[in-house]
């Protein structure tokens, strides 16, 4: 069963970048679609952007012009860098794996989330 | 404001069945299968349903899922104290080229 585990800052200050990284254990990164997902604080959940281990990747273009998602494969990580953060960017913050097959597509394992404040 | 629409509450009684409706448009759940996410208090959401109706392992048959056009449904069934939680769908959008959420459902075991 592969795991995710989000690590960063948990707090950022304003105008600043957030930078988050995936780790995937008990599975190769490789094959398989990643994502950022966030969730505000008592909100529901929007979809950030996702990258192919090939490094092809799709951004929600609600965040376009800010987000920038990575992949390291020796490392079996993603990284996720969002610029010009306001308060609005105050959110747990999760990874997932997206299964995409003949079945549809589906964030089939989550990390814990990470919490990421925007505060002076 | 969700492209996909969920309403905000739902709640039952211990045993009772419910249902958690969510609809969207024909860019979305009209042309692609729809997914369902359980998150309970505190914790990551979890997979509950895939492709329309199907249950990943280890989740019990009291729940299930159907679609019609352009709204799906999730039922659970002899509802548990453990199944208070907040119901996410979520629908590949072709528009999009990504996946869009509901705003969730926030079930009450009464």
């Known amino acids: 069963q592969v795991q995710l585990q989000e690590s960063g800052p948990g707090l950022v200050k304003p105008s600043e970048t957030l930078s988050l990284t995936c780790t995937v254990s008990g599975g190769s990164i490789s094959s398989y679609f990643w994502s950022w997902i966030r969730q505000p604080p008592g909100k529901g959940l929007e979809w950030i952007g996702y990258?192919?281990?090939?490094?092809?990747?799709n951004y929600n273009p609600s965040l376009r012009s800010r987000v920038i998602i990575s992949v390291d494969t020796s490392k079996n990580q993603f990284s996720l860098k969002l610029t010009s953060v306001t308060a609005a960017d105050t959110a747990v913050y999760y990874c997932?794996?997206?299964?995409?097959?003949?079945?549809?597509?589906?964030?089939?394992?989550w990390g814990q989330g990470t919490l990421v404040t925007v505060s002076s | 404001q969700s492209v996909l629409t969920q309403p905000p509450s739902a709640s039952g009684t211990p045993g009772q069945r419910v249902t958690i409706s969510c609809s969207g448009s024909?860019?979305?759940?009209?042309?692609?299968?729809v997914n369902w996410y359980q998150q309970l208090p505190g914790t990551a959401p979890k997979l509950l349903i895939y492709?329309?109706?199907q249950r990943p392992s280890g989740v019990p048959d009291r729940f299930s899922g159907s679609k019609s056009g352009t709204s799906v449904s999730l039922a659970i069934s002899g509802l548990q104290s453990e199944d208070e939680a907040d119901y996410y769908c979520?629908?590949?959008?072709?528009?999009?080229?990504?996946?869009?959420f509901g705003g969730g459902t926030k079930l009450t075991v009464l």
């Open positions: 024909s860019s979305n759940i009209g042309s692609n299968t």
């Open positions: 979520a629908a590949w959008d072709d528009s999009l080229n990504g996946p869009v």
């Open positions: 990258i192919f281990y090939s490094g092809t990747s």
């Open positions: 997932a794996r997206l299964m995409d097959d003949s079945s549809g597509s589906q964030f089939d394992s």
């Open positions: 492709s329309n109706n």
